[in-house]
DNA sequence: CCTTTGGCTGAAAACGATTACTTGGGAGTA
DNA sequence: TACTCCCAAGTAATCGTTTTCAGCCAAAGG
């Protein structure tokens, strides 16, 4: 048998637009032989004949037949696609682990999807629900807040690891000691002889900031000094907000403890508005390590984390999960590091 | 009729593993109507009787229904997500097209998947091939070179709109002035009195920044002046080149101009490093107005691109592409704009 | 009381691939 | 020669929806 009569003949001058594409019972036709045959030589599966075999894949290319996806993996039920749901495609943190996940997926067959939540819970939302609706083989998540509701992916049987913030749903997760990190720059600065350091953090549903703050007040508390923190919400210029509070208070801070890189940025720029010398009159340290980081004036001292590591580190627990979804969930913290240059460093005067 | 029996009754403590998804049949079969009748009351397509459309809303939420996307994309023969293929997620030019391609195209009732490709060739076929097959309902690309084979793409008949980078192949194409953006900044070194502006570029079959070298190369010619260009790789540390060559030369250049943001940076960080007091023993203007380009010292001159109203430009051709897939292609240029700060100003030696 | 109309409903045919199963023919053995 | 056995190729079931189409029932009109 051929193709049904669709009142079109591939590759005989078809129109320039509205002409059907092509479909495996067009390549079985041209080809004279059965879809089976056709799809088994495209798909290498099961032994054909080489003439067969060669006709096949001559017509194929002859009518530049490109199969539908969406209809393998309705039979197959299952993608080579895993989607990457983070929050912020503008900040480099994400970026780096997005890189890590990829190289680490391609490696294992893997097409990544990025999807840019930009900390919104609603589009957060939405990007879960296509993820679990398209059936992906597997997501990785930095989740806006640890409530994000992830039951869509677990109804859908897809396998889950999250990355950077905790969420409460237990899953695969990969962070970053943020705790420790802060301990270690609020004491770095307490060691270059800052008096009243302040902590600008994000909303308090954030895990990872929150983590370090704690890290922050943590030291404040062992060295009898009050703590000073703002929480900063996104997608605004936190030194407004900085500006009006902390320093317009009667005993303004003396050194800065941002927890990101945007924030770190927002401080750079409203701290030389203001005419505060960075690093004489105000110590500031931040989290990420950017690359502008070194070149701003002066170069900023960060906590940084193992960005790429950690996305290869979540590919890798998505492929095991993937074929164990029994196992039971892991927790990997990696190391961060502090950077030191001249911000958060005391010079004298001039 | 009820649901085919699979040897599993939804709902009825079903074991921690394997049981298999709720499908549309089990919702039916529970609520006692047919699949017609469930697949049409939650579509909210034709009228349906209020209490049959009762049960059907009860029995989904109940067995936690979740339609399944592939299943009716394949029916539908289209979905409601587009591509998004750029070249570096690290640009911060390519997050903010990212984040008004996607503004745009969630207003339009669209998803956007972002791909990576990390100007490399094979990265980005990788994903034009995915895009084909899965049958997105449009792609939105910029292309690493002129000559990126899209040919999947037209032959699955896939809407597609070009951004930033010209393509060889004639569609919808998003761009901005470059060459005038270039004889700009060329023009104001040389007024501020450089003698030796250079170029540092990217790869020549990167069609925007030849753009920038030929704008560049205009002015000096118009002014008698000798053209000084190198052509830098991608994802390596500009400035080792620059340093081995322009820098190592008898007659060293005054001023760099450099093509994207992350060479700036490079220069920038090398400079420093080599000594040199950026303007006033060198000028520097770059193109792309980073979020770091203020605070980095001193502040850098560049000639910045509409980002975010590229990307939403884009969305915009893309719906149109998509209602009327046989309209003339359109190009659409938007103008740059040169932002001095300091790097460019000639400052008289301290 | 019969017929027409109109609106819901359900049965079944797509959508376009993969793959389990069936079939037929050739080779090998008794 | 006849009977197995094996292997490649074809037939048809399947994946889970949407949507066409036919049928049925109730209401309305003659």
Redesign the pocket.
Known sequence: ?SA?DRGWTPGAGAGPTGA???????V?AAA?????????T??G?????P???GRVRDAAERLG????A???N????GTQVWALIITDVNNPFYTAVARGVEDQASRSGYSVLLCNTDEDQSKEDRYLEVAAQERVAGVVLAPRSSDTDVSGLVGSRIPLVVVDRELSHPADFVTAASFEGAVMATEHLLREGWRRPACVTRPADTATTEQRRLGYEDVMRRHGLPPLVRHVPFHVDGWTEIQNTLFSAPEPPDALLTVDSMLALDMVAGLKRLGRRIGTDVGLIGFDDAAWAPVVDPPLSVVAQPAYEMGVAAARLLTKRIQDPTAAAETLTMSTTMIVRESSRRAAPA
Not at 65 to 68: E, H, L, Q
């Open positions: 048998m049904p059907p594409l092509v479909r495996i019972v067009d079985a004279g032989v059965s879809v089976a045959t056709v799809s088994r495209l798909n599966k099961g032994r054909v004949d003439v067969l075999a037949y490109r199969p539908n969406v209809a393998r309705l039979r197959r039920r």
